[in-house]
């Protein structure tokens, strides 16, 4: 069991490694068909179907039947993160201090932030001003960062925005995905098939144990079965299965 544990989770980080650096910019082109798809609509232009919107329709329909993968598996911007908690989490272990662990009831309350980040978003889109708010886009500032262009004397917001995110990834596992990432907020809105989706067989647990929630970046609880709510929030990370 501990070997296949191991390998899960080494194979899950080599499928992130390959995508952070062969394929990083599938958020920001996806995310850039959501604010053209808006600008469009506000200034009563059609809606062509440019590479933007193209990859915006293939990771939601792939969202909808496989569920949030992507976010597991592929995000650029995710994989970092998962990466700075690894690090801090290491450092803990080499000092013996217990790392940060967020309440689950302020995870929840704060997971409504990145609905609100997306509805601004869209309405700045809607009402032609989203130009204003250029230079304040941490995700621009990682995908100029990682194609080597180092042209950021205009971000300066959003360099600072990173850095922030970047501390609070290392303090709180998915820190940006659950709290402020904008796709995720449309990935989470996304009817989803539950073919792929994980369940809890409840006979098969021991009784008040729940460390497959306790596993779970977004500290949801596994559906029960095939008829439950698919949860929107799920990163299909697959850490629940690790702990089981």
């Known amino acids: 069991k501990k070997q296949m544990t191991q390998i899960h989770k080494w194979l899950r980080a ?15 082109t996806a995310f850039s068909g959501v604010k053209y798809t808006f600008t469009q609509i506000g200034d009563g232009n059609a809606i062509e179907l440019t590479s933007f919107v193209s990859a915006l329709i293939v990771l939601c329909a792939f969202t909808f039947v496989f ?3 992507f976010c597991g598996f592929a995000c650029a911007f995710g994989a970092m993160g998962d990466a700075v908690r690894a690090l801090y989490v290491w450092i803990c272990k080499k000092l013996k201090k217990k790392p ?4 689950a009831k302020f995870g929840a309350a704060a997971s409504m932030v990145k609905y609100v980040i997306l509805a601004v978003i869209v309405l700045m889109c809607f009402g032609g001003i989203y130009s204003y708010a ?53 990935f989470s809105l996304l009817p989803i098939l539950p073919f792929f989706s994980l369940e809890r067989k ?5 009784k008040g144990c729940s460390k497959c929630t306790r596993s779970c970046p977004a500290k949801i609880e596994l559906r029960e079965a095939k008829t439950s ?8 990370c697959q850490k629940c299965i690790d702990g089981c």
């Open 14 to 28: 080599l499928i992130q490694l390959l995508y952070f650096l062969f394929l990083p910019s599938a958020f920001t």
């Open 202 to 206: 409840r006979e098969s647990c021991i």
């Open 229 to 236: 709510i698919v949860q929107g929030e799920c990163f299909q």
């Open 134 to 186: 250029r230079g304040t886009s941490p995700w621009d500032v990682f995908s100029m960062i990682h194609a080597g262009n180092f042209r950021l004397s205009a971000y300066k917001i959003g360099i600072a925005v990173l850095i922030l995110l970047m501390i609070g990834m290392a303090f709180i596992e998915r820190f940006f995905c659950r709290f402020f990432c904008p796709m995720g907020a449309i």
């Open 67 to 69: 569920g949030r993968f």
């Open 100 to 103: 940060l662990t967020l309440s």
